[in-house]
């Protein structure tokens, strides 16, 4: 059964200090991929990054880095030099590739990132 | 850059009335889905779409919620009957041609129902 787990309900951080989300996965399938959205307090979801199950190379943006270890079912996020634009639920996910699944998305439970001036 | 749009943003009904929520997917994309989020909660799966015919639903899209691409351009979740608990932010999503997870789905802006 595929299920994202963010141990992390709420972080508070003061601005310019780095923050790392937790993220924890599992899945039966070989194939699939993981996202991380963003939920600003306006409530849209936004798309920061997909990784395939096959590419470990983590991953950097700008102040976002994404750090995907198989061994541990873990897909952590990162921001660097953290800014009150940052503050946001920020979602982890998986889609299974089984090709009969069309792809639904499941969501872990969020974690509620504050960031104070 | 292509967006997905949903309409209304914002629908205020009455229990037990009927609601359209209304979703424009991005133009060339094949995949459709329907998404909820209580409040405080997690986003969840309710439907996907593609070849006009539903592909996979969770056990909340039960008898009383249904979807349909009435045209070329148009996505749309019906509520029957709504219940109290169906007030939630609901999520259009969609995504391109393959359909097996290599396609990132794009999310709406979502559309927040309150049944009173």
């Known amino acids: 059964a595929q299920k994202v787990t963010q141990a992390q309900t709420e972080i508070s951080v003061v601005e310019k200090e780095d923050v790392t989300l937790d993220c924890v996965y599992e899945t039966r399938d070989t194939t699939y991929y993981l996202f991380w959205y963003k939920q600003p307090p306006s409530g849209e979801l936004v798309f920061l990054i997909r990784r395939n199950s096959f590419d470990e190379q983590n991953e950097i943006s700008g102040r976002y880095s994404w750090n995907f270890q198989k061994s541990t079912s873990s897909f952590n996020f990162t921001i660097t030099a953290s800014q009150v634009v940052d503050s946001a639920v920020y979602f982890c996910?998986?889609?299974?590739?089984?090709?009969?699944?069309?792809?639904?998305?499941?969501f872990g439970p969020g974690t509620s990132l504050s960031v104070i001036p | 850059e292509p967006e997905v749009t949903q309409t209304p943003s914002h629908q205020v009904t009455q229990m037990g009335q009927e609601v359209i929520l209304r979703c424009v997917p991005i133009?060339?994309?094949?995949?459709f889905y329907w998404y909820r989020q209580i409040l405080g909660q997690k986003v969840e799966f309710l439907v996907s779409f593609y070849n006009n015919e539903i592909s996979e639903k969770s056990e909340i899209f039960d008898d009383q919620f249904s979807v349909e691409r009435p045209d070329g351009s148009n996505f749309t979740l019906k509520i029957r009957s709504t219940k109290l608990e169906d007030s939630a932010m609901y999520f259009c999503a969609s995504s391109g041609a393959t359909g097996d997870g290599t396609d990132t789905q794009y999310f709406g802006p979502g559309t927040r129902l309150t049944v009173l």
């Open positions: 133009s060339n994309h094949l995949y």
């Open positions: 996910a998986l889609s299974e590739a089984s090709g009969t699944s069309y792809d639904k998305v499941i």
